[in-house]
């Protein structure tokens, strides 16, 4: 089921003051996550992906857990 908008803004209002805010946000990059995390959408996730492709050192970060 799709969020609703309601649930979508009530969600950022969240990551809005989280003091992690930012490494959620790369976590759920480097992670393809559904949801919100870090303030952000998967579809905008997937656009930030789009115009700032992921480094060398995030790519070998998601490496390395898929091997552990």
């Known amino acids: 089921a799709t969020p609703s908008k309601h649930n979508v803004a009530a969600a950022k209002r969240i990551c809005a003051s989280c003091p992690v805010q930012e490494l959620c946000r ?18 905008e996730r997937k656009a ?21």
Do not use: C, M
Request: charged share 25%.
């Open 26 to 43: 790369e976590y759920a990059l480097v992670n393809d996550e559904w949801g919100i995390w870090g303030g952000t959408t998967r579809q």
């Open 48 to 68: 930030i992906l789009k115009s700032h492709p992921l480094s060398e050192t995030q790519l070998s970060l998601r490496e390395f857990r898929a091997f552990y």
